[in-house]
């Protein structure tokens, strides 16, 4: 079910370029309770990744929701974490050369963050030894993206050992995971933690300590916090959705049992053009919101009947059920964003909508990347 159209218009759009990033930070809190709710009230369970968030209001927001520790895969997202007021940054990604010593940096230049990263070999883990940053190993659960095969137990438990006090503990992102209906999603899911377990227990009679889990983005979330393994294992698990921070129309279908959320990051765009009787075209195409995930790239809010079809760069048209009304040459639509990720990253600035009305802008913070010579140009990496 799609939310009320009236909950989100706003008012003044007449001075606004579209399209536009719009953000709605009553319903960011509303996500990240309701997140909170589902994990038991523990914020100390929730890693969120901050791909999603990329703003530093939304960053400090988590934080004042006692949510202190984040992911991150880009050392400008590292960065805007630290500054934010993040506590314990993961960078969940392979760096190496200049993107490993600009890690390092940032890292040397805020002390008071424990910052983390991913290895899965052995030549990895040398790389980040008596540097002070903490590592967990990377498992690949069968996504096959990144990290040591989960069948490789006994080379985990050794790759923990030779990491000695600087191994934290274990990365297992099972991002695939992701059938339509939730036993089937518990099922797949729960098989997998059954194999992290007996790894845990391999990595533990080998002589080392695992501090903690990390599982779950937002389609397997409600698996990993239900699972009851995790329970009183003797390690901190936790989960780590950055989507459900802003909601997007896949996370809305994927967790519809989680009562509280709300799409909290729209898009707004203007009709421009009428080029058929059954069509429309407005500003929105796959520069402004994103197509990663397929056609429809998005979902008109407060209209089903009108249905997003294939973009071009700047172009959005949209097919006009029969007998529904075709918006006017200037009109606005509200888009859903159906990968609400990297629709955000398409943009330098968000509006903030507080009450109905536009009330500021915020940079989108950790958008994109750092500049190619970042490191060089800090002393490092040359």
């Known amino acids: 079910m799609q939310p009320d159209l009236s909950a989100y218009r706003i008012a003044g759009l007449e001075s606004v370029l579209t399209p536009a990033l719009v953000i709605y930070p009553e319903y960011v809190d509303a996500n990240i309770e309701a997140t909170l709710e589902l994990a038991g009230g523990d914020p100390s369970r929730w890693r969120p990744h901050i791909k999603t968030a990329k703003l530093a209001r939304t960053m400090r ?113 099972d991002g695939h995971i992701r059938a339509d209906a939730q036993a089937e999603r518990d099922r797949e899911a729960f098989a997998g933690y059954e194999r992290l377990l007996d790894i845990v227990a391999a990595v533990r009679n080998a002589g080392s300590r695992v501090e903690e889990v990390i599982t779950s983005g937002t389609p397997a979330m409600p698996c990993g916090l239900a699972f009851p393994g995790f329970r009183n294992a003797g390690f901190i698990h936790r989960v780590s959705p950055g989507t459900v921070v802003y909601n997007d129309v896949t996370s809305l279908e994927q967790l519809p049992m989680v009562d509280g959320y709300r799409a909290a990051a729209l898009v707004v765009a203007r009709v421009v053009s009428h080029p058929s009787p059954d069509r429309f075209t407005c500003d929105a195409g796959h520069k402004s919101v994103s197509a990663d995930a397929g056609v429809p790239t998005c979902a008109v809010l407060g209209r089903p009947d009108l249905t997003p079809l294939k973009p071009s760069e700047e172009h959005l048209p949209v097919q006009v059920a029969a007998g529904a009304q075709r918006p006017a040459i200037g009109d606005y639509v509200y888009l859903i964003p159906r990968h609400v990720c990297p629709t955000v990253n398409n943009f330098d600035v968000a509006l903030i909508v507080e009450a109905g009305r536009i009330t500021g802008s915020e940079p989108v913070s950790a958008r994109g990347h750092e500049a190619p010579l970042a490191a060089a140009q800090a002393g490092i990496g040359a």
């Not at 600009?102 to 040398?126: D, F, K, T, Y």
């Open 61 to 173: 927001q988590l934080v004042q929701h006692g949510v202190v520790q984040f992911k991150c895969s880009t050392t400008l997202e590292l960065l805007a974490s630290c500054e934010a007021g993040a506590r314990d940054v993961l960078v969940a990604y392979p760096m190496v050369g200049a993107n490993a010593d600009r890690v390092r940096a940032i890292a040397g230049r805020h002390p008071g963050v424990r910052v983390s990263i991913l290895v899965e070999n052995e030549s990895q883990a040398q790389a980040w030894h008596n540097t002070g940053i903490g590592v967990f190993i990377d498992i690949n659960p069968g996504m096959d993206r990144t990290g040591i095969d989960q069948n490789r137990t006994a080379a985990i438990a050794q790759l923990a050992a030779q990491l000695g006090n600087e191994f934290r503990g274990l990365h297992y992102y």
